[in-house]
Every structure is written in structure tokens, then in C-alpha cells.
């Protein structure tokens, strides 16, 4: 009843399997009813779809399977987005099959980028001074340090946008899509004509972007584990692939991050709606570090790049990479 065998074995994959079965038998129990007292409450929380198909039973088994999920809760309460791994994005389908480079003219992108509002407070000026303020006052220990350094990010391309166009920032937003245990992806980048915009930044939920166009999402990195930010990529993968399934997008941008290091990437679902293949970047780091400066130093050249990378992929987030934009992206066949 249950085909949940994976290839691989471990801690890591027998953790997987485990919380697999365990959402499998939950979503079997949602859909019983007691023969003895009609239809089984639903929590209010779940699809009341569910309503609609509800399997009559005996109560002696719904009891048995109760049991059984109350065994199976104490284990996969501890599972969480880092158990995300990669047998978990085979299971899916979901394969890396490209990479994005920066180009090698991003110098003159920068520049052009430099000059971007200027006049306003979150000017690239601006985010370089802020960054090494923080540089010297906030630690990075956990991810509370860290999103004080992703913010800063985020409210530099808002000053980059566009006439004619507004960036809204949604945080923490709910995922719905049933394909890994519920949760958030830590940031959504919404950009577009300001009565678009005003629109989502009263309903902030993915559901009301489906017909939107112009939407970046990024990973916050779930641990302090900065010289290993690719153990994070699976993490990202299966967030902005939940994104794209609820959205019904085809393809989609996004970024993984911990604050100071960031990863690109481009998500295209396959044609037959089973599974997708992605591109990435190498990790972009904003601290450089020498024999002289062993502290690490803020590199103005990097934040200007990161903060231009999300303002223009907000912009061209469902579109295929052009002469533009500042990587190049190849695709294995």
C-alpha cells in the first residue's frame, strides 16, 4: 500500500522513508470515517476537499492506525528542511542540470548599478556602509544575525526598481504544496505596477500571485554553517519547486543564502508536470578575506552585484536568461 523504497540506505534515508510514511498514513486517516458514528472531524486546517471522498471503516482499525501515527510522531516532529537531502529531490524528480556564470564584463554591470538610485536612502553607497557597520556590531551565530544581513539586501533593489514599479517583500510565507513537510519559504520579491502591488502587500499569500509574473523566492540557510552553503541547496530546490507547483509557474528564480554568501538559481518544471531540472551559481561570497585582513572585509563590488542580481531577476524572473543579465547559463544534455 505503501511504495516507499528509495535507493540508498543510512540514518539520513530511513529518516526520510519514515516521515514519508508516516504523511502517507496521515492522509489515509484524514480520509476515514467511523462506520459507527458517520464522518470523522477534520481539523480545520485541512483540505476540505477531503470531505468529498471519506472511506467508511471499522472504528477497532482507525483506533489501530491512531496508534500508529502516535508511534511515528516523536520521530518525524524532528524532521525538518535540512533532511531535505538529495535522495529526497530524486524522489521528486528534481536534478541539477545546468550552471549560471557570472560574466566577465559584471564589472561595467556593476558600475551601472552603482548609479542607480543614488538619491535614494538604500543607495549602493548606502548598503556598503550598512554592511560594514554590521560587519563590526552583529555577529553571525544564528539565523536572527543572519536575516539582519539579508534585509539589507532586499531593501537596496526596492530602491532599484524601475519606473513605473514597486517591490513588495513578503516574509515568511507559507508553502501549501504537499511535497515535503509543511512550512515557509523564508522570502518572497514581488515587483510590478504599484496597484499590483498594493493588492498583494494587503493578501500576502501565494495563492494571489498566480497570475503574476514578476516573483523572486529565497532560502535562508536553516543553520550556521557557512563554509558549506551547497549542503543547503536541496533545502532551496524543494521550496521553490513547492512554489512553482502551487503557482502553476513553469520557471522560476530564486536564491539561497545565509546573509553573507549566496547562491543563484533557475527553476524549469518538466513538460509533463513530473519533476524539474535546475541551474546554479557558484556560492557568491560579500566578505573577502587576505593575510593582512584576516577579520574579513566587505567586498563593495560583490553587494553591489548581489543587490543588482535580485532587483533585475525580480523584474525577469520568468523569463529565460538574455544578453542582459548578469550570468550566463548553460544546460547539460
Not at 563590526?136 to 531593501?155: H, S, T, Y
Request: aromatic share 10%; charged share 20%.
Amino acid at each position: 500500500m505503501l511504495p516507499l523504497r528509495m535507493k540508498g540506505s543510512g540514518p539520513t534515508t530511513s529518516r526520510l522513508e519514515l516521515w514519508m510514511a508516516y504523511e502517507q498514513l496521515r492522509q489515509i486517516r484524514l480520509n476515514m470515517s467511523i462506520a459507527t458514528t458517520g464522518v470523522d472531524e477534520l481539523d480545520a486546517s485541512d483540505d476540505f476537499q477531503l470531505q468529498e471522498d471519506l472511506i467508511p471503516v471499522e472504528s477497532e482499525f482507525v483506533q489501530r492506525i491512531d496508534t500508529i501515527l502516535a508511534m511515528m510522531e516523536s520521530e518525524v516532529n524532528g524532521f525538518n528542511v535540512l533532511s531535505l537531502t538529495e535522495e529526497y529531490m530524486t524522489h521528486l524528480n528534481i536534478w541539477q542540470r545546468g550552471s549560471l556564470t557570472l560574466k566577465t564584463d559584471c564589472r561595467l554591470l556593476v558600475t551601472m548599478t552603482d548609479d542607480i538610485g543614488k538619491t535614494e536612502h538604500w543607495s549602493s553607497e548606502g548598503l556598503y556602509r550598512h554592511l560594514c557597520l554590521l560587519q563590526g556590531l552583529v555577529p553571525q551565530v544564528n539565523e536572527a544575525a543572519g536575516c539582519i544581513w539579508i534585509n539589507a539586501f532586499f531593501f537596496r533593489a526596492a530602491a532599484m526598481s524601475p519606473p513605473g514599479k514597486d517591490m513588495v517583500l513578503s516574509v515568511k510565507q507559507d508553502i501549501l504544496a504537499a511535497i515535503r513537510p509543511e512550512g515557509y519559504i523564508d522570502y518572497v520579491v514581488v515587483m510590478g505596477p504599484p496597484s499590483d502591488t498594493a493588492q498583494f502587500l494587503q493578501h500576502p499569500t501565494l495563492q494571489n500571485l498566480k497570475e503574476h509574473e514578476h516573483i523572486l523566492f529565497v532560502s535562508q540557510a536553516k543553520s550556521r554553517d557557512i563554509l558549506s552553503l551547497d549542503q543547503h541547496i536541496p533545502q532551496a530546490i524543494c521550496e521553490m519547486y513547492a512554489c512553482a507547483k502551487q503557482l502553476g509557474k513553469t520557471t522560476i528564480r530564486g536564491a539561497l543564502t545565509d546573509g553573507q554568501n549566496w547562491i543563484f538559481f533557475i527553476l524549469k518544471i518538466n513538460p509533463d508536470g513530473n519533476g524539474a531540472t535546475y541551474a546554479e551559481s557558484k556560492q557568491l561570497p560579500i566578505i573577502s578575506f587576505t593575510f593582512e585582513n584576516m577579520k574579513g572585509e566587505v567586498s563593495r563590488d560583490f553587494c553591489t552585484a548581489i543587490s543588482g542580481i535580485i532587483a533585475y531577476w525580480t523584474e525577469h524572473s520568468s523569463e529565460d536568461i538574455d544578453e542582459n543579465d548578469w550570468f550566463t547559463l548553460k544546460w547539460r544534455t
